[in-house]
Antibody, heavy 118, light 112 residues
């Protein structure tokens, strides 16, 4: 059974950093791209970024709103994708979801809440 | 960026009746590889999103056949043939053909 589970969310002050993890199981992790999304309270979905599988060099793409502040990486040996979030702003407050990307964002986790507040 | 215009934003429907949601993109969603990476997601209240339809018209694993997707180029439609109580939620279109990926604003389906 394919599963992705996010962790690492919490309360953080503006300007600080936080790293989210997305732990995957049930599929050959290295063969798939992974993506991060977020949803601010009461709002719609927003794409955050994407990391290709090793076959495509593990390269990344980011939304303009996070580019230069957020970094996505992956550890294929541990089947984990990471979202490193630096210089956090109050507007980054959201539930963060990761999903496997098999041509489409197919399997989603339950999400982890990040609250940026002083 | 590709703008996804989703209509309606709210859809009150009677149980057992059909529902239809449209999504229009500001440019063609045909990828350089020839495929069109247009998808529909469902988000039930308090739940994470769930993939319903991928590449315009393909139902994802476990999705009931009352859900169907159609369209081409820039105009796409999600249809629910007979709405059931478990279909209540917000439906989003998302294009993953061009970076940055973009979503429609969502359509809230509720029971009359």
């Amino acid at each position: 059974e394919v599963q992705v589970v996010e962790s690492g969310g919490g309360l953080v002050q503006p300007g600080r950093s936080l790293r989210l993890s997305c732990t995957a199981s049930g599929f050959t992790f290295g063969d798939f791209a992974m993506s991060w999304f977020r949803q601010a309270p009461g709002k719609g979905l927003e794409w955050v970024g994407f990391i290709r599988g090793k076959r495509y060099g593990g390269t990344t793409e980011y939304a303009a709103s996070v580019k230069g502040r957020f970094t996505i990486s992956r550890d294929d040996s541990r089947t984990i994708a990471y979202l490193q979030m630096n210089s956090l702003k109050t507007e980054d407050t959201a539930v963060y979801y990761c999903s496997r990307f098999g041509g489409s964002p197919d399997y989603w986790g339950q999400g982890t809440l990040v609250t940026v507040s002083s | 960026d590709v703008v996804m215009t989703q209509t309606p934003l709210s859809s009150p429907v009677t149980l057992g009746q059909p529902a239809s949601i449209s999504c229009r993109s500001s440019q063609s969603l045909v990828h350089s590889d020839g495929d069109t990476y247009f998808n529909w997601l469902q988000q039930r209240p308090g739940q994470p999103p769930r993939l319903l339809i991928y590449k315009i018209s393909n139902r994802f694993s476990g999705v009931p056949d009352r859900f169907s997707g159609s369209g081409a180029g820039t105009d796409f439609t999600l249809k629910i043939s007979r709405v059931e109580a478990e279909d209540v939620g917000v439906y989003y279109c998302i294009q993953s053909s061009h970076f940055p990926w973009t979503f429609g604003k969502g359509t809230k389906v509720e029971i009359k």
